[in-house]
């Protein structure tokens, strides 16, 4: 009897493996259909933990079998998006369901239902599992320090043009950009200055730089940040899980020592009403404060202000955001403009007649960022192209209805909702013809043409063409890099003044090119840096060249 069970216990566990995906398809089908949407049915959760680990490698896989070119290879991965633009919605329409065993999916390339749905912040909330990797260290709010973003980034672009300018070539952008954004960071952040380093340069045995062990912490944190979620920081202490979640677990601490020791500081030096810097961790423990009263105790009945888990819930966040992030699409946008010797004259241009005689480490923020819209064009325009996060909405507990067109569809409780940023972004109907290329001028305007633009947003001589950036519309835009609605990114300056401060240290005296290969010429050699940039770029954590190493610039004064 005993060994009767121990078989029949298996077998119904095995068939209940099976059977349950399989009947949650079903369900998930079934609520799907209603919609009279297109549907596409994949074998696997689009969003689930798990699959995240292993979807390329299983997809790439399956690309060499026979029958390998169906659905599940062309949807179920991540990055798919940036491989497939918008041919998906040409093919099939503006709103596209993809039904998995965990949960549905509603695909949506229509701006003005995506607009729709950021202004329904109620009805359309953020998944939970979405911010939850945010939140390993404590919930966040959201602020920025601007700047001193600027002021950073413009140092550390220009000890980084030294640096490259130095060598015949480099095929380390994306580890240096990394540093620069990590660098950019410490200072917004914790007030903390660092010198730029290269990527195959040593830090002399009696620095007191620390970014080492606080960028390669972030770095593990960044680069395995799945499993974090999945097992919980607590659940990482074990010696009997592999070296690397051990590894990853250290860099928790390492990290969060980091942050303990810049929150401590920044506290006491403000109690005893000391000089404190213009950064973010200050505005973070300012707001904490709040929560405590005048003998150094936190007052319980009045929890206005931010609690400690949440300073370091926000610095993490900025972090994640403004590091990883950053430096992906400062890499991307490197390597795009290596591409283009005309769009690189066109920012220097600019920067020269915006600085003029200056040192551009002495350039007011206020007064100099508003006057380089050529050079935020290339972010945007970057952004567009690449952009770094994906943005996912919710209908939650309850069916929501929705406008697609001249219809209203009622979409299922617990759909995730996803405006597909990839097509949003390069479809024709709202960038036309030229929707796939790279070119920054789509995002300028000329003042001449807009007699309501009183700003003369250029410097002097009066010839210099008066300019500014067309920015995207509140409502019904097809641009959504920084999200949309009445929350968008709590980054999103933080990252275009440090990106434009970037630009401003590169390209005010240099230009860059890809190095020709035997037998290639200059156009050949800009042919196939950007078909590299086309083909590698894709999903890991966020949006990122996957082998950035391949990319061989040289740095050369104008």
């Not at 950021?118 to 599992?129: G, S, T, V």
């Not at 690449?386 to 919710?394: D, L, M, Q, R």
């Not at 999200?483 to 980054?491: E, I, L, M, Q, V």
Request: glycine share 6%; hydrophobic share 40%.
């Amino acid at each position: 009897m005993s060994f009767s069970i121990f078989l029949v216990i298996p077998t119904v566990l095995c068939v209940g493996i099976v059977l349950y995906p399989l009947y949650s398809l079903a369900v998930n089908y079934n609520a799907a259909r209603k919609t009279r949407l297109p549907l596409i049915i994949l074998p696997f959760d689009c969003g689930h933990p798990l699959w995240l680990i292993i979807d390329r490698k299983v997809a790439q896989w399956v690309r060499r079998l026979p029958f390998g070119s169906g659905t599940f290879t062309r949807f179920n991965w991540r990055g798919w998006e940036i491989w497939d633009r918008y041919r998906a919605h040409l093919e099939l329409g503006d709103a596209i369901f993809f039904v998995t065993p965990g949960k549905n999916y509603l695909q949506l390339c229509d701006a003005e239902a995506v607009s729709e749905i950021f202004q329904r912040r109620a009805d359309f909330p953020r998944p939970p599992e979405s911010t939850e990797m945010l939140n390993v260290f404590g919930p966040n709010v959201g602020t920025h320090v601007n700047e001193r973003v600027w002021l950073e980034s413009i140092q550390q672009s220009t000890d980084l043009i030294k640096y490259w300018s130095s060598k015949p070539s480099i095929n380390s952008v994306a580890a240096d950009t990394r540093t620069v954004s990590l660098h950019v960071m410490s200072g917004a952040i914790f007030g903390k200055s660092y010198p730029f380093r290269g990527a195959d340069q040593d830090i002399p045995s009696d620095s007191k730089d620390d970014s080492s062990s606080y960028g390669k912490a972030l770095k593990i944190i960044l680069d395995r940040c799945i499993p974090l979620v999945i097992l919980g920081r607590k659940n990482l202490n074990n010696p009997w899980l592999p070296k690397k979640l051990r590894e990853l677990y250290q860099a928790t601490l390492v990290f969060q020592a980091h942050m303990t020791e810049a929150y401590e500081s920044e506290k006491v030096v403000m109690m005893r009403n000391g000089k404190v810097e213009n950064n973010l961790m200050t505005s973070l423990v300012r707001a904490s404060l709040a929560n405590v009263d005048q003998k150094g105790t936190t007052n319980a009945a009045q929890q206005e202000g931010l609690t400690e888990e949440e300073v370091y819930g926000n610095v993490f966040v900025f972090n994640f955001a403004g590091h990883d992030a950053t430096a992906n699409s400062l890499a991307i946008g490197i390597c795009l403009l290596a591409t283009r010797p005309d769009i690189q004259d066109w920012i220097a241009e600019e920067i020269n007649a915006v600085l003029g005689g200056i040192d551009s480490r002495e350039s007011p923020y206020e007064t100099t960022f508003r006057r380089l819209p050529r050079c935020l064009a290339v972010v945007f325009e970057t952004v567009r192209l690449y952009t770094a996060v994906a943005i996912a909405k919710s209908t939650g507990s309850s069916p929501r209805t929705l406008s697609l067109g001249a219809n209203t569809v009622i979409i299922p409780k617990n759909t995730v909702v996803i405006p597909n940023y990839s097509a949003l972004h390069t479809h024709p109907r709202y960038w036309g013809d030229d929707s796939l290329k790279f070119e920054p001028s789509r995002w300028i305007v000329s003042s001449s043409s807009d007699p309501s633009n009183k700003e003369d947003l250029r410097p002097s001589p009066a010839s210099y063409p008066t300019e500014y950036l067309k920015e995207p519309p509140n409502r019904n835009s097809p641009f959504v890099g920084w999200s949309g609605g009445a929350r968008s990114c709590p980054g999103r300056k933080f990252a275009q003044v440090e990106f434009v401060g970037v630009l401003i240290g590169l390209f005010r005296e240099y230009k860059v090119a890809p190095v020709p290969l035997n037998g290639e010429d200059d156009a050949s050699a800009r042919a196939r840096l950007l078909e590299q940039i086309e083909k590698d770029t894709g999903m890991r954590l966020l949006l990122q060249m996957l082998h950035p190493e391949k990319a061989v610039l040289a740095w050369r004064r104008r």
